[in-house]
């Protein structure tokens, strides 16, 4: 199975989306914080291996509690998948904290900041030629 394939693809969104499910209601580890989502997942081909990009919106210090509790909660996780979803093989699970959104959210206020100040400079010329 290629790694882009069509049923790899539907592996990806069945297991992202049980593993979204196993997350918020199943977990009952108060290190997990409760704004935590699972923004993708990739499925090896081979079934063995999963990588889930998890993103926290929190401090670091509760993405890094949340990740903690992820890993010590990863054997539960795996057999409720097992238990959810008839694959060959259950893949082992690694959790890996994404901040592409956080990133995002600062490039956005970067980008409004310089617009803005770019603006009120336009004003300020635009008022003094008057």
Known sequence: MRKNSIKNTRINGEVQKELSMIIRSEIKDPRIHPMTSVMSVEVAPDLKTCKAFISVLGTQEAKEATIRGLKSAEGYIR??????????????????????????????????????????AREAADGKEE
Request: hydrophobic residues 35%; glycine residues 4%.
């Open 79 to 120: 057999r409720q998948l097992a238990k959810n979803l008839n694959l060959r093989n259950t893949p082992e699970i690694r959790f890996i904290l994404d901040e592409s959104i956080e990133y995002g959210v600062n490039m956005s206020k970067l980008i409004d900041d310089v617009t803005g100040k770019d603006a009120s």
